[in-house]
């Protein structure tokens, strides 16, 4: 196979299932001269018609979620979002990460959804798809916006992030945690930089994720890590590891994810694991489809996230086990909805 492209974690672009005709590199084992060269970011700004998303899944833990970028340049190879970018007349390759979608009336957008009447202040996830925090959020300050509504409102958010940015607003989730209407997760998937780099090349460092976790820990955020997901073969041998860094870096609450290849997902990791880890791909795949029932997803509620099998199981138990020893997760994090109030209705007061 060729070099891999720097910096990205898919190398090509998939099949899109929405259109009739398109240009793909369906085996990319067997074009040697089909040469990809490496693409620019594109910032798309778009005019979205809705933010904030109701979650209907059980298997994840927030109600709400809103994502101001859609796409997203950080190019984790296993993310499951990358089947969104379809939606759009994209692929869920190598486009995911390299057009970016920017929902520059966002801030307007959540606004207009929290004066609405029957709203009562539920908590918000930043992050529910896309990184909030990724790249584009340099230029276009589009979730520190959102934050600074959130605190004008006192409505509840919980971030979700893999990157060191979230530290440019502890200015404003610092007053918001001590009112105990903010927290902060980080998603940690490994400690071995040499697997980063190829597992989800464009995040931050796992050390810059620690010393994240201790700022964002020492300002009082509550914080947490989403270890995931856990591939077998590949950093399951690190959760032990993984948990024992955030717990010394002040987080209390934690959560895992059993990796799953939804999509366009299925082919895009396969590549990445044979032209990556050729010595032992078919044996991490194989350990995969037993963690799904011998497929490589699973799209039912209640399994999807955590798998099922003998892995699952031992990954399920080694979990519970570390936790408990390191004193994660001993109360439920709860965020504070009855603080949430209009600014125009409450000047009207006076």
């Not at 600074?148 to 958010?157: D, G, K, M, R, S």
């Not at 990157?163 to 440019?168: D, E, F, S």
């Not at 810059?208 to 964002?216: D, G, M, N």
């Not at 799953?260 to 050729?278: A, D």
């Amino acid at each position: 196979m060729s070099d891999p492209i720097k910096g990205r974690g898919a190398q090509f672009n998939t099949a899109n299932k929405f259109l009739r005709q398109q240009n793909v590199r369906e085996h990319v084992e067997a074009i040697d001269e089909w040469e990809t060269p490496a693409p620019k970011t594109q910032f798309l700004e778009i005019e979205a018609a809705s933010l904030v998303n109701k979650v209907e899944s059980p298997d994840v833990a927030m109600q709400y979620s809103m994502n101001p970028y859609n796409g997203c340049e950080h190019g984790c190879i296993y993310c499951y979002a990358r089947n969104t970018h379809e939606y759009w007349g994209y692929s869920a390759g190598l486009d995911f990460e390299s057009k970016i979608m920017v929902k520059h009336n966002a801030p307007k957008l959540l606004r207009k959804f929290l004066e609405h009447t029957k709203w009562q202040g539920a908590p918000l996830s930043l992050s529910g798809n896309t990184d909030c925090y990724q790249p584009a959020e340099k230029k276009y300050r589009l979730t520190r916006s959102l934050i600074e509504i959130c605190a004008a409102y006192n409505q509840p958010v919980g971030v979700l992030t893999k990157n060191a940015g979230v530290l440019r607003d502890m200015d404003l989730l610092a007053p918001m945690a001590a009112k105990g209407i903010a927290a902060v997760m980080l998603s940690l998937t490994t400690l071995n930089e040499d697997l980063r780099r190829v597992l989800e090349p464009r995040t931050a460092t796992a050390i810059q994720r620690i010393r994240t976790l201790e700022s964002l820990s020492k300002a009082g955020i509550p914080t947490g890590v989403m270890l995931g997901p856990m591939i077998p073969g590949i950093n399951k041998h690190e959760l032990p590891a993984l948990l024992e860094a955030a717990a010394n870096a002040g987080a209390t609450f934690a959560g895992y994810t059993f990796v799953r290849l939804n999509g366009s997902v299925k082919l895009l990791f396969h590549q990445w694991l044979h032209q990556h880890f050729p010595d032992r791909a078919d044996k991490v795949w194989h350990l995969i489809e037993s963690g799904h029932g011998g497929k490589v997803n699973d799209s039912d509620f209640g399994r999807r996230m955590r798998g099922e099998g003998l892995i699952a199981d031992m990954i399920a138990i080694q979990f519970r086990n570390h936790c408990r020893k390191l004193g994660l997760n001993k109360e439920k994090l709860r965020l504070d909805s009855s603080q949430f109030f209009r600014p125009g209705q409450q000047g009207s007061l006076f």
